[in-house]
């Protein structure tokens, strides 16, 4: 499966600026003059490519990322799709244009993702180590390099990965397709057969415990001679009662408080949109009349005025993300309290059971032949529990031998990448990497001054080697590096490093590089390439012409 991407479009919804450029099959050049071409927005493009699908980018303090909306069509083999991202408020389109998924939770975007790429990284959690689906950046981790993290075997191109411990291995393997859906259920399944066996050894110990409380009570021929015990047992569970009715009408209430706030909120939206309708009719009249809507003077010109109705628009714009943020929230509480709602219920007809018990059922189950039934129903049970471990730990030995495959793969793997790495040690002279630092794909390594970046792609086009190799079937997402070449390094490392990214473009359906100076001349390159040279000024890559020309797609989208 190959996904590629078409076209971008950046807008700034308070500048009322925006930019858009497209993307080929193929290698792709963001390039900018050598003498003056810093601070174009090259860095800024491609970092927003993978930011619109979810992984957040590092960017500059300055860029103002809540005021930027992103929308980047693209194709999943070659089927068209476009994403909308404005914060954390995410939609899908077809190709048809109709919204297909919307959502402000990473996890929830990840899930949709891993179907539509059929692709996803699940990694274990930091406090109970259970697996969980990861957010979508650890899906791109070997797809983009920032131009401020070329420090070797790491990988740091997007914001708050630490929320996993240690996820680099289990990132990795997953692309290698080690670590695949299969994978997963096997190791769910093998925790589910080692949570039975810790279960029903912890049920035979309390049984042991039971057992023997009950042989003292049969030796000393103890039995209740009156039924207060009984009755206090009763009384707490009355008590019981009372207190999940109560719980159960705070609960109701704030329902019936959260679905009144989802109505009228709701109703504000739609205000909002008359408003929009009647603001947009008026810049017509306007346009048509020229006469001023509020004193009825004609107007020599209507520039001024039109620009207050369209920031009205704008205004209404953001106002209806925040207000369809908060909707989201809201209702993913009410799904919460009528979660809580339903475990009140039936807790309450649990200790409904519990208070309608005869009181006679009760006081025989205590009496001395109860008891005597009881040691048989616990040995009964203690045999039963004995035979279920034993399947249970013979249900696990193939899976153990499963196991034992996938070592046997990460083995080949690390004997893949230790060959490959030192090839290309050799190739441009890195003999400062000791061979131990790169034996094992658990190791890291890192060439000092000059050859940092160097060393940096390297890895980065090793790991996606070893991904052609065994994931040969896997999905392969657009490649991007922001500026290999900005490094302080000599002017023919330079070269090397963007020759030896040119030379690994056949590994890609698509290859997006970001290089001052680029031109094809100085490089023997044969494929086609698509070369995008930004002459805007600096810190202008945004612009107020673009977003006029492209507002109706904002607003649109916006809209959906």
Known sequence: MNVIFDKIYIFDVVKKEAYSTEFKKGVNIITSSDIDGTDRGKSVLLRSLYHALGADSHFDSKWGEKDKVYILFFKVDDKDFSIYRS???????????????????RSELADFFGNLFNFSIWLPQKNTNQLVIAPPAYSFLLNFLDQDEYIGTKFNSFKSLAQFSNFK?????????????????????KEELELEIKSKKEEIEELIKMKDRTNLILDGFSCPETS??????????????????????????????????????????????????????????????????????????????????YNHIDN?????????????????????????????TLALEEHNKKICKNKKEIKDYIKFRGLNKLIDEINNDLTINSRIIDSTKEALKPLKKEFKGVKDKMKSVDENYYYLI??????????????????????????????????????????????????????????????????????????????????????FSQLIVSAIGFSKKD????????????ENEKYSLLNSEMYVQNYELLQCMNDA
């Not at 291995?169 to 399944?189: A, C, R, T």
């Not at 009355?238 to 109560?246: A, D, E, F």
């Not at 094992?440 to 792609?457: E, I």
């Open 422 to 507: 030192d090839k290309l040690k050799i190739r441009f002279n890195l003999n400062e990497l000791e061979a131990d630092s790169y034996e094992q794909l658990s190791k890291n390594f890192c060439a000092s001054g000059s050859n940092k970046p160097l060393s940096t792609v390297i890895w980065y086009l090793t790991l996606n080697d070893l991904k052609q190799k065994f994931n040969p079937e896997g999905t392969t997402f657009p490649m991007v590096f922001d500026s290999p070449n900005n490094a302080e390094t000599d002017q023919e490392k330079k070269q090397a490093l963007v020759e030896y990214i040119m030379e690994s473009s056949d590994q």
């Open 169 to 189: 291995l289990n990132v990795i393997y997953s692309h290698l397709g080690i670590y695949n859906k299969e994978y997963f259920e096997l190791v769910k399944q």
């Open 87 to 105: 914060q954390k408020l995410f939609k899908i389109f077809n190709a048809k244009g109709d919204i297909i998924f919307t959502t402000i939770h």
């Open 316 to 344: 209404a714009l953001s106002l209806k993300d925040a207000i369809k943020t908060q909707n989201a929230h809201i209702e993913d509480e009410i799904l919460k309290n009528e979660g809580i709602y339903s475990n009140l």
């Open 228 to 309: 207060s015990a009984l009755e206090n047992e009763l009384n707490i569970e009355t008590q019981k009662y009372s207190s999940l009715i109560n719980e159960m009408n705070l609960v109701r209430n704030k329902l019936v408080d959260l679905r009144n706030q989802l109505v009228e909120q709701n109703i504000t939206l739609s205000q909002i949109s008359k408003f929009e309708i009647k603001e947009e009719k008026e810049i017509k009249t306007i346009l048509k009349s020229k006469v001023c809507p509020e004193c009825h003077s004609v107007l020599d010109s209507t520039l001024e005025l039109r620009s207050k109705r």
């Open 523 to 534: 490089y023997s390159i044969n494929s086609n390439i698509n070369i995008k040279v930004l």
